[in-house]
């Protein structure tokens, strides 16, 4: 049987390791490894962006993100991060020129912020050709057609974001909506965030270097199920306050903070699990209501700090509704569990209590 050259390296690691001897000890076999991992380029283009994205990925701590640039994200595969306008340290022409070298060879596109059509893309501008700049859709036209897989890098490049509320003046619309309208299909994946969890970032390059941008199952949504198919609302360490009935009503107040316009009901990530700043907090251990930034609603025309409507989640019906007038007593007896159990799932139901006289009139 044929040994190729990367299987008796792979080989000869097992062997060495068992041996308990270090390989970068030897500097011939140091450099034959070397060679032997698969690189992957990476461009990364910053569009309608402030840059969060990028931000959160350099906080990264556990990989660090010299880890994450430098050595390799899974045994054998390495990438190699030719093109980012924030961290490298080429400029100009040297900078443009090395993201055009990347293109001519397999490598991931990664997009952080929104592609901004309106006025022809004038909004965006990255690099400049014979003193004219280059729009930032024509990059990510170019280079999307040719990429292997295209990551669409937080809330603004998944589905337009920040940039697409309050009438959409810059005609910002998200990486994939972009494709569609270029008649481009090339595998693309949504990672929405304001900012993006490191691990969501890592964790999907390093399948996408293993398998394939096709082994990654997403959601209709286009995200990665293995991030994104939870719940917040479903593990928020306030979720017995709001199945008893329990809300804040001004920000500083004990209680579920639904009513404070959290949008946990209905966003989905794996923050609560996760945490940001390498498990240190998130938004609602901070007292904060969940922005819900990963759904494609987000940030919410109705306003963020309004309420969500309830179609899937609703406290159970033996407890007080969410929405109660101030003026009527809430009677929380057997008869109003009763009561209240006919109309179970009805989250906005009427309280069901003494009234006065004026009441009935």
Not at 19 to 28: K, M, R, Y
Not at 139 to 148: L, T, V
Not at 278 to 307: A, F, K, L, V
Not at 312 to 332: A, E, F, L, Q
Request: hydrophobic share 35%; aromatic share 6%.
């Amino acid at each position: 049987m044929a040994l190729s050259r990367r299987s008796f390296l792979k080989t000869s690691a097992a062997g060495t390791a068992a041996l308990g001897a270090s390989l970068l000890d030897n500097p011939t076999m140091r450099s034959a490894f070397a060679a032997a991992v698969q690189e992957t380029p990476v461009v990364w283009l910053a569009s309608g962006c402030c840059s969060g994205c990028s931000v959160s990925l350099l906080n990264s701590l556990a990989p660090r993100i010299q880890d994450v640039l430098l050595d390799q994200v899974l045994p054998g595969h390495h990438i190699s991060l030719n093109f980012h306008p924030t961290v490298m340290a080429a400029s100009g022409d040297l900078a443009m020129q090395a993201m055009y070298d990347t293109e001519e060879k397999p490598f991931i596109l990664v997009v952080e912020g929104s592609v901004m059509l309106a006025d022809d893309g004038i909004m965006c501008e990255i690099g400049e050709d014979h003193g004219h700049g280059i729009h930032g859709k024509e990059h990510i036209k170019r280079m999307g057609s040719k990429a292997k897989a295209v990551l669409a890098v937080g809330s603004c490049a998944a589905y337009g974001g920040v940039n697409k509320a309050n009438m959409n003046p810059s005609g910002s619309v998200g990486v994939k909506e972009f494709f569609k309208m270029e008649g481009i299909d090339t595998p693309t994946i949504n990672l929405p965030g304001c900012a993006i969890h490191p691990d969501w970032f890592v964790g999907t390059v390093a399948s996408v270097l293993l398998h394939g941008p096709e082994a990654i199952k997403v959601d209709e949504d286009g995200r990665p199920e293995m991030f994104y198919k939870k719940l917040i609302h479903d593990n928020c360490p306030l979720r017995g306050q709001f199945d008893k009935g329990v809300f804040a009503e001004k920000f500083g107040d004990e209680g579920c903070l639904y009513k404070l316009g959290c949008k946990g009901p209905v966003a989905h990530a794996d923050c609560p699990e996760r945490k940001f700043n390498s498990g240190t907090n998130w938004c609602i251990d901070n007292r904060h209501p969940c922005q819900g930034c990963t759904e494609p609603e987000y940030p919410y025309e109705n306003g963020m700090w309004n309420t969500v409507p309830l179609d899937t989640v609703t406290p159970p019906s033996t407890y007080p509704p969410i929405m109660t007038d101030n003026k009527t007593s809430v009677d929380v007896t057997p008869g109003y569990a009763a009561l209240a159990g006919l109309a179970a799932g009805a989250v906005g139901a009427k309280v069901m209590g003494k009234k006065s006289d004026s009441d009935k009139e």
